[in-house]
């Protein structure tokens, strides 16, 4: 199967951590994504991770990969009112032509709250 | 760099009505793609291209033709509109090859109501 599954709201007060939780079912996913869409705007690439990682950090968001468990997290510290947003998280798979095809969950709606 | 541009940013068509959305990209990215967004659906791959000339269906192409003439230009072509392709339709390029990571950039896109 290729499903990609979240949750789909998640409200946080300014200043805490945000954890978004993701999970995924194809096992020859190479690379994992996490994007962001503002309003009215289409979808910004934030971070990835490389499917043999277990962690990457990059500022305030850190990825987790639980690979046993085919689980995606992305947790954003100290989250701000312009972290609002919706957040997708991706997988891309390898097909014939070598082109990662890529699947999308359904994303998180984050509402940040002051 | 204009990055990926997509026009119109709004389009309103009746049952029936063809048209043509417009996506073209400025970085010489072989692949490019069309997803429509529908709530609480995510993205669906419609149509993709590795390269120019060459085309492949996605996850929803019923209903969508395309073509790759050019490495900068991919149109998406509603044949007869019917309302359930009213949606948010993104344009996307991307880099990458091999095992490499496929960074898609996205255009800003479009906004399609058929009634």
């Known amino acids: 199967g290729e499903d990609v599954e979240q949750s789909l709201f998640l409200s946080v007060r300014e200043g805490d951590s945000s954890v978004i939780n993701c999970t995924y079912t194809d096992s020859s996913s190479t690379y994992l994504y996490w994007y962001k869409q503002e309003p009215g705007a289409g979808l910004q690439l934030l971070t990835y991770i490389f499917s043999n990682m277990d962690m990457k950090q990059d500022q305030r968001l850190t990825v987790l990969l639980n690979k046993k468990d085919k689980h995606l997290s992305l947790r954003i510290a100290d989250t701000q009112t312009g972290d609002s947003a919706i957040y997708f998280c991706?997988?891309?798979?390898?097909?014939?032509?070598?082109?990662?095809?890529?699947?999308f969950g359904a994303g998180t709606q984050v509402v940040v709250t002051p | 760099n204009a990055g990926v541009t997509q026009t119109p940013k709004f389009q309103v068509l009746k049952t029936g009505q063809s048209m043509t959305l417009q996506c073209a990209q400025d970085m010489n990215h072989e692949y490019m793609s069309w997803y429509r967004q529908d709530p609480g659906m995510g993205l669906r791959l419609i149509h993709y291209s590795v390269g120019a000339g060459i085309t492949d269906q996605g996850e929803v192409p019923n209903g969508y033709n395309v073509s790759r003439s050019t490495t900068e230009d991919f149109p998406l072509r509603l044949l007869s509109a019917a309302p359930s392709q009213t949606s948010v339709y993104f344009c996307a390029s991307s880099t990458g090859r091999g095992e490499g990571v496929y960074e898609q950039y996205f255009g800003p896109g479009t906004r399609l109501t058929v009634t």
């Open positions: 991706a997988e891309s798979i390898r097909t014939t032509d070598s082109w990662g095809k890529f699947q």
